[in-house]
């Protein structure tokens, strides 16, 4: 694309978008940076490696606090500051902004962005745990919240997964941060179902005022999502301890309803996970975890 190679050969541009990024407070202005950005990595994944280079790499011969000139500006923080400036009044941009976080976590190079400063890993992080735990797909909200939400929830929930599977150790990772993640990737599973399940003879059906075309972009939408979710619950359920199993049980996370919605889900694919939670829920409730071998008959454990 002509308009790519013209920002490869103009440098600067990537310390103004960054500038606009990080210090601008015209959500507008933001909206239009963050769509042009999310444009450009998606078109060519070999600028966007050297947009996260850009400001990784402190020239050895070069000390910071000697360099006369500005430190380089990071991706990731800016694209946060931009995220937190457009989170409460553009969620198409907050959109577009999990969106350029998704895209950078797509190369390796892009994860290490994010979890290597620890300050970066632990900010985005608190964001999206706070955007999924706090924010989107509440508890009381109606399921058909996710046709609206399913695009910004799929890019967050795989940024979150990425962290979480390359950071296992670090300590915003706390394990009781597991349980709120788990709250929420069921419930979004639950509502997904919901929204996957048309009623053949509504009012809206008998009319054909629904579209197949935009019922099959919201399927596909939807099914991303699911996806995305089960990868991430299977994750999280591998590093669950039978003390945090129990605590789930006590505060309702690990019920029996949300513990079935989430082998509905993960099975087949995710047997061998599954089959790891049940021995340490038999540890801790040996009924429940007969009732769901006994409701979910693949997930058996081989003895």
Known sequence: SVWVERIR?????????????SSSTNVDLLVKVGEVVDKLFDLDEKLMLEWIRNGAVQPLDQPQEESEEQPAFRIVPCVLEAAKQVRSENPEGLDVYMHILQLLTTV?????????????????????FDLVCHEFCQSDDPPIILQEQNTVLASIFSVLSAIYASQAEQEYLKIEK?????????RVLQNTEHCQKKPEDSAESRTGETK??????DDFHLKILK????????????VL?????????????????????????????YSPVVEDFLRILREVDET?????EEAFPSSKVHT
């Open 212 to 217: 197949k075309s935009d019922l099959t972009q």
């Open 178 to 186: 597991d349980l709120p993640l788990i709250d929420s990737l069921i």
């Open 108 to 128: 390796d190079d892009g994860i290490q962005a994010i979890v290597q400063c620890p300050d970066t890993g632990k900010d985005t992080w608190n964001l999206l």
């Open 241 to 269: 301890t039978k003390e945090t199993v129990a605590q789930g049980l006590k505060e309702g996370q690990l019920s029996k309803q949300k513990c079935s919605c989430a082998f509905q889900n993960l099975l087949p694919f």
């Open 9 to 21: 050969e103009h440098p600067a541009i990537y310390d103004s978008i960054c500038f606009i990024m």
């Open 227 to 238: 996806d995305i979710s089960c990868e991430f619950l299977s994750i999280i359920f591998q």
């Open 288 to 292: 429940l975890a007969d009732d769901l």
